[in-house]
């Protein structure tokens, strides 16, 4: 079974820095996608970025970037310029390509954004 | 707003009630998820559905019973509950057959069970 792991449970960043957020992911596939959701205080849960496994290109939109390291099974996600509307719990997803509707989730990091 | 959208936002409930959570999408999407979101847990998956069959039902309790007429509107029936029902209930959707499988996620329901 795949495992979604993020090993910090609240972060904080000063408003305009950069922050890393982890994500380690446990598989046996080769062909996957994974994803940072993010889910501010209002609850609506948004994708921010997916990456395809087969892809060595890291994903980018706008001021957030991953860091995809497939053989160490890591996942990082990186928030530059910070602003204090990113303030909110962001998720790190699994899914099997093909394999239909599964994603797994990870445990969630709480970011907060000081100004 | 997202496409996807849920009824009620808020509920409070018995133990004794009998009520149900609505989720529609406007997204043109044809598989449909309804998660439970309990403080300091993962996410969890409840229940799936393609093309109006349901093909997961991940252990959930018979308390909880999902219905949905079409591609584009999910409920969760809800009775005779615990309080530790209480939860974020969120409803989602996605195009199957394009590959990535990325999900939309309602608003949510916050359901207190007292």
């Known amino acids: 079974a795949q495992t979604v792991t993020q090993s910090q449970p609240e972060m904080s960043v000063q408003e305009a820095e950069t922050v890393t957020l982890s994500c380690t992911y446990d598989t046996s596939e080769s062909d996957y996608y994974l994803f940072w959701y993010k889910q501010p205080p209002s609850r609506q849960m948004i994708l921010v970025i997916r990456?395809?496994?087969?892809?060595?290109q890291n994903a980018t939109e706008n001021r957030f970037s991953v860091n995809f390291q497939k053989a160490a099974k890591s996942f990082s996600l990186k928030i530059s310029d910070s602003q204090l509307g990113d303030a909110a719990m962001y998720f790190c997803a699994y899914n099997l390509n093909n394999a239909g509707n599964m994603l797994t989730f990870g445990g969630g990091t709480r970011l907060m954004v000081k100004p | 707003e997202t496409g996807v959208t849920q009824t009620p936002r808020h509920l409070v409930m018995g133990m004794t009630n009998k009520k149900s959570l609505k989720c529609e999408q406007h997204?043109?999407?044809?598989?449909m998820y309804w998660y439970k979101q309990s403080a300091k847990k993962p996410l969890e998956l409840m229940f799936v559905?393609?093309?109006?069959?349901?093909?997961e039902n991940n252990s959930v309790p018979s308390r909880f019973s999902p219905e949905c007429p079409n591609s584009s509107h999910l409920f969760l029936h809800l009775h005779t509950l615990q309080p530790e029902d209480s939860a974020l209930y969120l409803c989602?959707?996605?195009?199957?057959?394009?590959?990535?499988?990325?999900?939309?996620f309602g608003p949510g329901t916050r359901l207190t069970v007292t």
């Open positions: 989602a959707s996605s195009k199957q057959g394009t590959g990535s499988y990325e999900q939309y």
């Open positions: 990456q395809e496994a087969y892809k060595q």
């Open positions: 559905y393609n093309f109006k069959e349901q093909t």
């Open positions: 997204l043109g999407h044809n598989a």
